[in-house]
Nanobody, 126 residues
Framework: HVQLVESGGGLVQAGGSLRLSCAASGRAFSTYYMGWFRQAPGKEREFVAAISRSGMSTYYADSVKGRFTISRDNAKNTVYLQMNSLKPEDTAVYYC???????????????????WGQGTQVTVSS
């Protein structure tokens, strides 16, 4: 069983930055394919970014490309989401997700992940 704990959310003005962290339990973090998703009130959970096990491959939603950066530190069992140039439409609860057995590409669908964190709120004011 994999436990994921997100942190780093908060309130920020438009144009500001935040860095989210997701700490994972277990000794096999380097084998987990990781992703970030977000869910705004009344909307479905949507893909934000994903990263391969080595960190060499990253994927982004068009809405965040060029503003957000996903990275991981396998020695610290942690995946990060650096969010710059934040917009009010980025306001949502952000979730990290893991799939130890993922064999596909990109991982853009929530159903492709087995484990989820509890989420962290990001609010961007205009």
């Amino acid at each position: 069983h994999v436990q994921l704990v997100e942190s780093g959310g908060g309130l920020v003005q438009a144009g500001g930055s935040l860095r989210l962290s997701c700490a994972a339990s277990g000794r096999a973090f380097s084998t987990y394919y990781m992703g970030w998703f977000r869910q705004a009130p009344g909307k479905e959970r949507e893909f934000v970014a994903a990263i391969s096990r080595s960190g060499m491959s990253t994927y982004y939603a068009d809405s965040v490309k060029g503003r957000f950066t996903i990275s991981r530190d396998n020695a610290k069992n942690t995946v990060y989401l650096q969010m710059n140039s934040l917009k009010p439409e980025d306001t949502a609860v952000y979730y990290c997700a893991a799939n130890p057995a993922f064999l596909g590409v990109a991982g853009r669908r929530p159903e492709e992940y087995d484990y989820w964190g509890q989420g962290t709120q990001v609010t961007v004011s205009s």
